[in-house]
């Protein structure tokens, strides 16, 4: 059965495996990308999803602008030394791209309705206007794979944050709250999905795509400085979309979950309420906490080179 994607990104190293995989997994359809800032500014975000998507032989599928900033009003601020100055590695796009008009994304509902998935892998601020716009219609999505949060880990902007919710956390707040039937991927799952310097160089040799290890080495060589005990670089952005098709290699957990939106020390934080009646509360989301790396080592390394997929 083949599962329509709607991919909300703002497309850097781990966004790009992300859609490696999706591309090269039989049973996703990406119907769509919505590129926002978060790694890069909106603009690269568009221009490098045009790149890959063209490179993976999928021109058809829409580009969409999203956000330009949060719904906090701040200007974003882009480290580029985790994705690189474009947020590619070391590639650089070779042609200027236009992404297509926000609207699209109300089309896409409409035609796909309870057929279609939306994972979303960067700042929240698209998919919460999107909540915001089109409210009954969005409601028909069958459901929501979103990368983001941490829960009794340490977040990796602040103390308490992971970077997705630290960006927007009003909008991050709103998704929590209103978005329907959600699957979570936290920082206490993405970080134990390490892909490793042999891992990377197979894909190198005998993957499907020719430009894997120049995209993945600048931010591979920022983990192996920041972070050296997980032996390797962890593509946060790749896991939902895995369980698209992996579901049983996690771990879950049902619990409500709170997004902090006021200044301070705890702006961003993702807090779940993990006492043993807090299934009973009705909006719970279903969070991933935990995964089988054999499964994730021999999914992703045959999906990313093995010709039959």
Request: charge should be neutral.
């Amino acid at each position: 059965m083949t599962t329509n994607v709607l991919f909300f990104s703002d497309m850097g190293v781990d966004d790009a495996v992300a859609l490696m995989y999706a591309s090269f997994t039989k049973t996703i359809n990406i119907v769509g990308i919505v590129c926002s800032y978060g790694n890069v500014p909106v603009e690269d975000a568009v221009q490098n999803a045009h790149f890959l998507l063209n490179l993976l032989g999928l021109n058809d599928v829409p580009v969409i602008k999203g956000a330009e900033r949060p719904m906090t009003g701040e200007s974003p601020t882009y480290i580029t030394k985790v994705h690189g100055t474009h947020g590619l590695g070391s590639i650089v796009p070779p042609f200027a791209s236009e992404g297509q008009n926000f609207g699209i994304v109300k089309s896409i509902i409409e035609r796909y309705g309870g057929e279609l998935i939306i994972v979303d892998t960067g700042r929240l601020t698209s998919l919460a206007m999107a909540i915001m716009l089109y409210g009954e219609l969005i409601k028909k999505v069958k459901g929501y794979y979103i990368m983001g949060g941490a829960f009794l880990v340490p977040g990796n902007v602040t103390p308490v944050a992971e970077a997705n919710f630290a960006g927007d956390p009003v909008a991050a707040d709103l998704v929590m709250r209103r978005g329907g039937p959600i699957a979570l991927f936290p920082l206490n799952v993405t970080y134990k999905a390490i892909v490793t310097q042999d891992m990377s160089d197979s894909i190198n040799r005998v993957g499907k795509v020719p430009l894997f290890k120049p995209i993945f080495d600048v931010y591979y060589d920022f983990y192996k400085t920041s972070m050296p005990q997980l032996q390797g670089a962890p593509p946060h952005d790749l896991l939902p979309m895995m369980a698209l098709v992996n579901r049983h290699m996690f771990q879950w957990m049902r619990r409500p979950v709170h997004i902090v939106t006021q200044e301070g020390i705890a702006r961003g934080q993702s807090i779940a309420d993990f006492r043993p009646n807090a299934t009973a509360h009705p909006n719970t989301i279903r969070i991933a906490l935990d995964l089988d790396y054999r499964q994730f080592y021999w999914n992703f390394m045959t999906n990313m080179t093995d010709e039959k997929g």
